[in-house]
């Protein structure tokens, strides 16, 4: 069975201002974030790349464009089923505020049982994923062959809960992984069992160096905002 690339798109404006975007519209990558994305064809050069999948919202799209441009012949596809996590009325609010929320607490420490209000459940956004990428799999493999290799570019929350999946992992602890702003995370699909084979990988070890202000003991809903 193929190779799956999972890119996340790169650093956007919601991130930097500490908002949960959702699908908020008009979500654009920031200037770090275009940056991020357009050095995304150098770090993935000399992979054969069979398909790129990628989620409907602005800042995924932004993201996969310089690899586009860079490879003309490389077919594209948009699929809603890895579009970011649908958080209905929390979309677009401060995560700040939202920490005060008490479905917060659920969010982080049961995410199984989490349901926002007026999107969806956790369960859900994970079993949408999975599914989008079993199709992928004998969609890619029936035209590429089994050893093809091909990216999706999505959200924090939809790579985790993959990562998870694939790792036969509850998803109450998907929470324990983390993936940055255009970070490669790699699974390799098999008859039997899928294997963990890069995540989170930036090649930037910055995040890594000690900070003024320390990371809490939170995961960030919707991914981080990466490295300062």
Not at 107 to 130: D, I, K, L, Y
Not at 156 to 162: E, F, M, Q, Y
Not at 206 to 221: C, F, H, M, N, Y
């Amino acid at each position: 069975m193929p190779t799956l690339i999972l890119v996340r798109h790169g650093r956007s404006t919601a991130n930097t201002e500490g908002l949960l975007a959702g699908w908020t519209p008009g979500v654009a990558l920031d200037e770090r974030g275009a940056a991020q994305a357009a050095a995304l064809p150098g770090r993935l050069d000399g992979l054969p790349l069979s398909e790129v999948v990628s989620s409907p919202l602005q800042r995924c799209q932004e993201t996969i464009r310089p690899l586009l441009d860079a490879r003309p012949g490389l077919r594209a596809h948009t699929d809603e089923r890895i579009g970011e996590c649908h958080y209905g009325d929390w979309s677009g609010r401060k995560l700040a505020e939202l920490n005060d929320e008490p479905l917060m607490e659920v969010v982080q420490a049961h995410p199984s049982a989490a349901a926002f209000p007026g999107g969806e459940s956790m369960r859900a956004m994970q079993t949408r994923a999975a599914e989008a990428v079993r199709e992928w799999n004998a969609r890619v493999e029936r035209d590429h062959g089994a050893d093809a290799v091909y990216l999706m570019c999505s959200h924090g929350d939809i790579i985790k809960s993959l990562v998870a999946e694939a790792l036969g992992l509850h998803l109450d602890l998907f929470q324990r992984i983390s993936v940055e702003p255009c970070s490669v995370t790699v699974i390799r699909y098999t008859r039997l069992r899928p294997f963990l084979v890069r995540l989170g990988d930036t090649g930037d070890f910055a995040s890594l160096a000690p900070r003024e202000e320390p990371p809490g003991d939170e995961a960030t809903v919707g991914g981080g905002a990466g490295a300062p």
